[in-house]
């Protein structure tokens, strides 16, 4: 075997605990450290032995990392700290934000270009998997339609959400995917569907005290954007209650596709996901990412790449032939 | 948009007449004609304007055809055809004869190398798209176990193996999986099956005239290799009723992946297909795959390939930039 990926991490959130717990699944891969904005000696890794160093610290490893896995939020740190790294090394992130997905590409890809480097952007499993599901899909049934469904799953927006509403101590909100409506597309109907059809949001709020529980469920249900426009439940529970059944970050969801070929056959192509930990498997996905990343540099492949621009066979810690033979 | 790729089809069974439809479809294609070892005109095509040739006329085509779908069956054409055309043409084949793809594999890479073609090999649903679901699967969630299941679906060999027994006037089998089977596997038990419990039998049998049911039931229940090893039924209905609903060719399963990451999160990856028509949906993803194929020679990257060493966004007639926008 060649030797060990080294592996950097770049912020050490839920995400960053994950990719922190994925290498220790990939023995080809060795984690190097992590790099952080706090005080490094505020950090506990979950790992005996991670080291965990200032983000200044990169400076001088230029030679020292193969790839970072960057484990920031998309909003504020990725679109500032994605070019600013691939300028200097391989780097995959995690970037969501579907319609700023252009931008980002063409950013990192100038500075990884500038710098000789790899990166790959916007991995995980929305965008990420399922973006993989919708194209081939698309591309093995042409004439058809395809249906993405969140959930059930935790929402981390709409939680955010829920906790700035006056009165609201404690909240999390769950997207659920409407089972009707699936049924609908699977039947090959093709429906186009109004938001409120194809998912509904459940809420389960810790009151201050002394709030109106009837006022709360009020300014929930008709908050703009997050849940006006789907039926949305709110259940009151204790604190007890929420710490106990409401900790996790479950996830998940469905990718759908629909196609007829020759004169009527219906096919039907599924994909799903069901998810105890959304960042441990988004962080999961981003370390055979990373993998792909690396060998990819070394091909001499610079620039930024998505989902869509790697082979598959990349992924895996296994040689070409034996994939052939084991799994082919 | 730039040219046409033009294809050529060898074969004209199932799969060829599949492949024509899926070309209908797709609009950067288009097809030059149908090459057969039959009498060109002993053969009909689906569609108005489709030229049909003797084999030999491939001869003076190399220039004329971009990519060439292979139709032939894995057992006694493929091994033959497919090495002798990749020494002059680009080709895309169904091989799925699992245990013999590194021989064919080997005997494609060494013919398309020499002539510097392009050769996909195992292009369908299994392998194809099964494989890719089993590669992402492992290589997204190491820690954890892939089970494949097959049906509800016909098979052609079962099918072929009851027309052998005496006394079946006509007769089909579908491969049903067994539910109990999945739904341990999906709560991530990790279950080690014996053959009989993941998939039954159901056999749908015309009788000859006089010849003994019972008979006849106990010679396909007890038929090694193909029936012995599993709980299958057999039916006995009339010619009517076989024509009337047996006349398809529907197939598809699950590729289910269940894994652990960080302590104890359990992850599920599901891949699923139900089709109405096993050869059209092969022979679409043949089509997907001979759009990549032709990509890569323009590439300059030679030789034999699988679905594995294929970036997704190859297969897809639309432009990276669009892909990314709309569909990441």
Known sequence: MSE?????????GNLGRGVEQALA????MRLEGIFTRRAPASIAPLQAGTKVHRMEALDGLRDAIDVLVLCGGSRDDLPVQAPALASRFCVVDS??????????????????????TTAVIAVGWDPGLFSLGRLYGEAFLPAGATHTFWGPGLSQGHSDAIRRVPGVKMGVQYTLPAEAAMERVRAGERPSFVTREMHTRACYVVLEEGADPSEVERAIQTMPHYFA?????VAFIDEEEFRRSHGKMPHGGFVIRTGETGQQSKQLFELRLA??????????????????????????????????????????PREPAELRREML
Chains 1, 2 share one sequence.
């Not at 060990?4 to 050490?12: E, K, L, S």
């Not at 426009?229 to 439940?233: F, S």
């Not at 070394?298 to 989902?307: D, H, I, L, P």
């Open 4 to 12: 060990a990926i080294r592996i950097g991490i770049v912020g050490y």
């Open 25 to 28: 699944q990939n023995p080809d």
């Open 95 to 116: 970037f969501d934000t579907h319609a700023r997905i252009p931008e980002h590409f063409a950013a990192v890809d100038a500075a990884a270009r500038g710098g000789g």
């Open 229 to 233: 426009d789907y039926d949305t439940t």
């Open 275 to 316: 998810l105890d930990s959304n960042p441990e498997f988004t962080a999961s996905v981003l370390v055979a990412y990373a993998r792909a990343c690396h060998r990819l540099r070394q091909r001499g492949e610079v620039g930024a790449k998505t989902v869509f621009d790697i082979a598959p066979g990349l992924l895996s």
